[in-house]
């Protein structure tokens, strides 16, 4: 979870500027400049599945 809430801190600026002014170019921009950010965002269902799990 705590990554999740990282990824989105790192992605805040991208969010603001696709809030104010949503273009594809935007999205593109955000996605090409925070890959892990995006990947950690992309991960984060599995990842809690995969921790209910553990004993």
Same mark, same amino acid.
């Given at each position: 979870? !705590? !990554?999740g809430v !990282?990824?989105?801190w790192d992605l805040r600026v991208e969010l603001q500027l696709l809030r104010d002014h949503?273009?594809?170019t935007s @999205?593109?921009?955000g996605l090409w400049n925070?890959? !892990?950010a995006v990947v950690v965002l992309l @991960? @984060?269902?599995s990842m809690v =599945? =995969?921790?209910d799990r553990l004993p």
């Amino acid at each position: 979870m !705590l !990554l999740g809430v !990282l990824a989105v801190w790192d992605l805040r600026v991208e969010l603001q500027l696709l809030r104010d002014h949503p273009t594809w170019t935007s @999205l593109a921009a955000g996605l090409w400049n925070h890959p !892990l950010a995006v990947v950690v965002l992309l @991960l @984060l269902p599995s990842m809690v =599945r =995969r921790a209910d799990r553990l004993p």
